[in-house]
């Protein structure tokens, strides 16, 4: 039997034009929606809520093995720093 891996991972995202909190939402909601529908994660805002420039974001990956999901959160990572108009400020991984 395999044993299940389960990744959860919080990062920072910055954006510098963000000029209202409504403004940040919308950038926000694009971000997550994005994320979960190429990658199939659970993902969700959990810091920074009313800050207008900042955003704390968490995603959380099962699997049956490290690699695959190592693989998949390097994709999220590039699709965040290629794709979205705001700053990954920082990146943690934790496995459960």
């Not at 389960?6 to 409504?22: A, C, D, G, N, R």
Request: net charge negative; hydrophobic share 40%; proline share 3%.
């Amino acid at each position: 039997m395999t044993s299940t891996q389960i990744l959860y991972t919080e990062f920072e995202i910055y954006i510098p034009y963000s000029q209202s909190l409504k403004q940040k939402r919308q950038i926000i909601n694009r971000v997550r929606d994005r994320i979960h529908n190429q990658f199939n994660v659970s993902i969700a805002e959990v810091a920074f809520l009313d800050e207008w420039q900042r955003a704390g974001m968490a995603l959380v990956m099962v699997g049956n093995a490290r690699p695959p999901l190592e693989k998949r959160l390097s994709d999220i990572e590039q699709c965040c720093i290629e794709r979205i108009d705001a700053e990954l400020m920082w990146l943690n991984r934790e496995w459960l």
